[in-house]
């Protein structure tokens, strides 16, 4: 059992019916309605309650799940840090989609995370380039998306850990689009699918690189600081 966090900006849904048609319990039910069906525990947050993700609530958070686009700037810088430091000790945290330009990611990453982007519905087609990443488990060698928003590279990113998809859009532009890192003692992963307007998180090859990351970026096990700016010679502690 995995104690999973989600957090969804929760406003695209709320003011576009294009985009409740697709998500009518918001994006944050789509992703813990399959995330739920294995048995993990799992709670939502969206921007109204962003100040109920406490330090508690992270402590006793395995798995974080981001998905936010034009709300960034919103999430008070508070809670940002917060969710850093979870992950610095030890959280795992998946960003999904525009998360890319989220205050924890681009805190996480230390560069601007820009993409450039089009939105004009192409296929995407996922080329898995590392099969035997535990992430990649139950994919084969590219799955489709029938449409998605266009990001493309440069992907003002810091080097990833390692690369685990590109994306690859009908108009010819590519994208690092699953990209591993670990900050501390924390792991991270980013996944690029994810518009609002289109079904995505519905698709099954989507939820599968979703669960096994949630896996992935799980802690085996949660550490305290090991170290402190003072210390005595061993054997006189
Ligand atoms: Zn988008």
Same mark, same amino acid.
């Given at each position: 059992m995995t104690k999973i966090t989600i957090y969804n900006e929760f406003y695209h849904e709320q003011t576009e019916e294009k985009v409740r048609e697709v998500y009518p319990q918001g994006i944050h039910g789509a992703l813990a309605d399959f995330l739920r069906s294995d048995e993990n525990e799992v709670r939502c947050f969206t921007l109204e309650t962003? *100040?109920?993700?406490t330090d508690e609530v992270l402590d006793d958070t395995d798995v974080m799940l981001w998905w936010g686009h034009?709300?960034?700037?919103? #999430? &008070?810088d508070e809670v940002a840090q917060r969710v850093r430091n979870a992950v610095l000790k030890g959280m795992g945290i998946i960003f999904l989609h $525009?998360?890319?330009? $989220?205050k924890p990611f681009r805190l996480l990453m230390g560069t601007s995370c820009d993409v450039s982007w089009r939105e004009d519905g192409d296929m995407e087609r996922l080329w898995?380039?590392? &099969? $035997?990443?535990p992430i990649m488990?139950?994919?084969?060698?590219y799955f489709e998306l029938e449409h998605e928003e266009t990001y493309s590279e440069? @992907?003002?990113?810091? *080097? %990833?850990?390692? #690369?685990l998809m590109i994306g690859w859009y009908e108009g010819g532009e590519v994208f690092r689009s699953a990209c591993t890192f670990h900050r501390e003692n924390g792991r991270i992963f980013y996944f690029q699918p994810g518009h609002e307007?289109? &079904?995505? @998180?519905?698709d099954p090859n989507v939820q599968t690189v979703i669960r096994n990351a949630v896996e992935w970026v799980k802690p085996m096990y949660r550490v305290e600081k090991?170290? $402190? %700016?003072h210390i005595k010679k061993i054997g006189e502690e």
């Open positions: 962003i *100040e109920e993700i034009l709300r960034h700037s919103a #999430v &008070p $525009s998360g890319h330009h $989220s898995n380039i590392c &099969p $035997s990443h488990r139950g994919i084969g060698r440069p @992907f003002t990113l810091p *080097e %990833p850990d390692q #690369v307007t289109f &079904p995505i @998180f519905y090991l170290y $402190s %700016p």
